[in-house]
């Protein structure tokens, strides 16, 4: 059995991971295992570590005050003591970023030099720190692995070329794989309040600045087409949502019936309506408070926090259920929805809106930490996209709860409501077969997203967009009102459905859900434990952000097999309308475009976070939702 080298309790110098620093630590524990020490640093963070990165204390030759350091952040300190400024004698001092108050100019400019040389150091000291394989223990606590294996080491697999050099990893892929290094960006927000104070003192918008921008949270890339596309994206989408809600209403929509007309506005606007939206609002709201399920925490934020949300979301399900069964039973008359849709449809609309308003408003005095990458710093852009990460109100989380709550019940509601109005507008005592499976289909759709609920929080919506005016109409006017289209359309456009048909609809059906269900369980189980038994046997690409990218199995036959079988869905939903008009295809027609925009978006950040091994994943499954098509 081989012998370690360093006892418990052993003091010595631990290499951080990915550079060449050694920094004091304690030797916590030895596992005989891997031959991995866990070593814990002066400012807390423990890590595992080869005795090859650990050094006895006696080793290093001692330097004087400040050059000693025992932390990463101190060590930062070091070496911007080095150099010109190594007469510095205040512990202060040890921040790179911080100029020496000089009375002259001469001493300013050499202090502004050696401050130039100390950021470059100091830039090339993070982004080193940045870009080392750590591995942040899923859902679980901060401690990391660090095991010295290369770039992207492959599981399963004959070990594979390394492309690192085809695919570089720029600044920003590096600020972007320090979301799963909790401690290095911790040190960043140190260093940038440290930072930000020096800079008031002397260097005001000079290098330090610039700095700054190396871990600045907003980006520059716009997506969507930029200002003008969410300009028009906003002015566009509540008009054609409206367009498309008309159309369906007419017995015969065509293009030579168009457009529909146009209902006068105090038609579209009851006050009383949107009092009704708002009871159900905050209805939800209410159910969302309540402290029943699990609190689990959601993936690590810049500063190194995980947010904690509570998973109620079937519960709520339930009550609501429970809440629409009540009124069914003392005949309340659900069919006032019905009536009432478009009124509705607007009130959400002026609810989102004046949601994302208050969004914009509130966010412009959070701290830059709290901003969503996916914000820009443009107003109109921002307004958009969102510009606050995670907006709460004490621990009420306004997007968690907009995302699965209001907007996907009141869809399964909203469904309900049209089965019952389809039998009362075409008088019939059961709803047609093409309503049965219309309801069931989303009905099992909404369930299965609210059970596994926990999901939503490693999405980009959660942890890449802003909470503003997209997922604000998304989640509350766009998918209400239009994914239950289907259903709309045929309390108009009746259309019977042989057994035959059903039958084939329901396998359509089946064969979406198994591949949508797997591929989502399978990522969703290999993000929470790796190294769980039940995935062993497939194949996976190390990467340098310490995750590991599923090479086979789902996750192997196309790099996006939940998108597939949700399309696949989309159309079995479409079928019970028959092939009569093309107004029910309109679902799959825009989901097909939406997963296929988000499938970009998602891309573009997994190159960012991945580089090299996204490549390799890339070559190695080169379809992204179809096998063999595209
Ligand atoms: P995914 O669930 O596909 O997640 C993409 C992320 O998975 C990537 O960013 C990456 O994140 C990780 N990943 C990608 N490839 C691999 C791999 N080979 N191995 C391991 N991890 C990998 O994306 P979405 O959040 O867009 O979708 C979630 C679900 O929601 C999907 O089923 C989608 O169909 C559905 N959806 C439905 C919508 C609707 O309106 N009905 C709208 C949007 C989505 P990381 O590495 O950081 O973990």
Redesign the pocket.
Known sequence: MPSRKFADGEVVRGRWPGSSLYFEVEVLSHDSKSQLYTVKYKDGTELELKESDIKPLTSFKQRKSGSTSSSPSRRRGSRGSRGSRGSRSRSRSRSPGRPRKSSSQSSRRSASASHNVDIKEMRKEVLEVKLTPLVLKPFGNSITRYNGEPEHRERNAIPHKNTQEQFPLSQESSYISTQYSLRPRREEIKLKEIDSEEENIVLKGTTLSRTLEVTATQTKDLEFGGVPGVFLIMLGLPAFLFLLLLLCRQREPSLLNFPPPLPALYDLWETRVFGVYLLWFFVQALFYLLPIGKVVEGTPLTDGRRLKYRLNGFYAFLLTSAAVGACLFWGVELYYVYRHFLQLALAALVFSVGLSVYLYVRALRVPRAELAPASSGNAIYDFYIGRELNPRIGTFDLKYFCELRPGLIGWVVINLVMLLAEMKLQNRATPSLAMVLVNSFQLL?VVDALWNEE?VL????I?HDGFGFMLAF?DLVW?PFI?SFQAFYLVHHPNEVSWLAASLIVAVKLCGYVI?RC??AQ?NA??KNPTDPRLAHLK?IHTSTG?????SGW?GLV??P??L??LIMALAWSLPCGFNHILPYFYVIY?TA??VH?EAR?ER??RR??GAAWAE?CRR?PYRIVPGVY
């Open positions: 759709y999901a490693t999405t980009m919506d942890i998304g998918v994914y949508f591929a989502n990522k290999f993000r996976t995750k590991s990218l599923l090479v996750w790099r996006h939940n998108y079988g949700d989901f939406l997963l988000r998602d950040q997994c976070k991945y994943y499954v």
